[in-house]
C-alpha cells in the first residue's frame, strides 16, 4: 500500500521482459512451419481428391451394374415367358437366380477390391507424407 492510502499493483513494477530473457525458449521459424503445413495440406488434399475420384467411379460402376441387372432382368421374363412347359419355365428361373447370384458376389467383389485399393493408395500417400515430415523434424533437431 501507497502513503495516500492506494494499493500497490505489483505487475506495474515488474520488468517482465527481464525475466523472459533469461528463459532459454526455441525460436520457430515461420517459414519452415508454414512449408510443412502446406505440405501436409497438400497431401491431404489429394488423398481427399482421389477418395472423391474413386467414390464418383463406383457410383458410376453400381450404376452400371444395375443397369445390366435390368437388362438381364427384362431378358429372362421374354425367355420365361418363351418357355413351352412348366418345367422349362423352372429350369429358366433357376439358371436365372444362379446367375444373378453369380454376378451379385462378382460386383460386390469387384466394388470391394475398389475401395480397398483407394483406402491403400491413401494411407500410402499419407505415410509418405509421415515419414518425410519425421525426415525434416530430425533434420530440424540436428541443425540444433
Known amino acids: 500500500m501507497y502513503a495516500n492510502g492506494t494499493f500497490k499493483n505489483p505487475f506495474t513494477d515488474f520488468d517482465f521482459t527481464k525475466i523472459a530473457g533469461e528463459f532459454k525458449l526455441p525460436t520457430v521459424n515461420v517459414e519452415t512451419f508454414v512449408e510443412t503445413a502446406r505440405k501436409n495440406f497438400a497431401a491431404l488434399t489429394s488423398a481427399n481428391t482421389a477418395a472423391v475420384e474413386t467414390m464418383k467411379s463406383i457410383a458410376q460402376r ?7 441387372a435390368m437388362e438381364d ?4 421374363g421374354s425367355d420365361v415367358l418363351s418357355a413351352a412347359t412348366v418345367e422349362e419355365k423352372a429350369l429358366k428361373q433357376i439358371d436365372f437366380a444362379k446367375k444373378s447370384y453369380e454376378t451379385a458376389i462378382a460386383n460386390t467383389k469387384e466394388l470391394a477390391d ?12 499419407l505415410s509418405a507424407r509421415v515419414a518425410e515430415m519425421t525426415e525434416e523434424v530430425k533434420a530440424v533437431i540436428a541443425k540444433k
Do not use: I, L, P, T
Open 114 to 125: 475398389m475401395v480397398g485399393k483407394s483406402q491403400a493408395d491413401a494411407f500410402e500417400a
Open 62 to 68: 453400381q450404376g452400371d451394374m444395375v443397369r445390366a
Open 73 to 76: 432382368f427384362s431378358k429372362h
